[in-house]
């Protein structure tokens, strides 16, 4: 499990550089990812745009890292590709995640609605 990140623009930026989120590697994900979160920031960005595959245990696995943030943090997303959205709106989780079109767009937002 590769995940990667970078404190930009007030937010936290996790890339998962992997290509499926599935549940081979849904419980490192989430483990990784809550070490990743105990770093400061109001928002953590999840870039995803490498992912091309996403089952119900990944996307369980994102809803439990949503979950187990304090109530003043925010997870987002970016960068889904065509099939991973497809999987979130079908879910209807596109209504419950903040998504971005990319990592880069949903950071400058940041830098804009903080000014």
């Known amino acids: 499990m ?12 996790v890339r998962v550089d992997e290509e499926r989120l599935d549940a081979a590697i849904a419980i490192r994900f989430k483990d990784q990812m809550r070490e990743v979160a105990s770093q400061p920031s109001p928002r953590i960005i999840l870039d995803m745009s490498r992912v091309e595959f996403l089952d119900s245990s990944g996307l369980g696995a994102v809803v439990a890292v949503m979950k187990a943030l304090a109530p003043n943090r925010k997870l987002e997303l970016a960068g889904l590709t065509p099939n991973v959205e497809k999987v979130f709106r079908l879910t209807r989780m596109d209504s419950v995640f903040r998504i971005h079109s990319s990592a880069g767009e949903a950071a400058s937002e940041g830098i804009r609605n903080a000014g």
């Open 2 to 13: 590769n995940l990667y990140a970078e404190a930009r623009s007030g937010a936290l930026v």
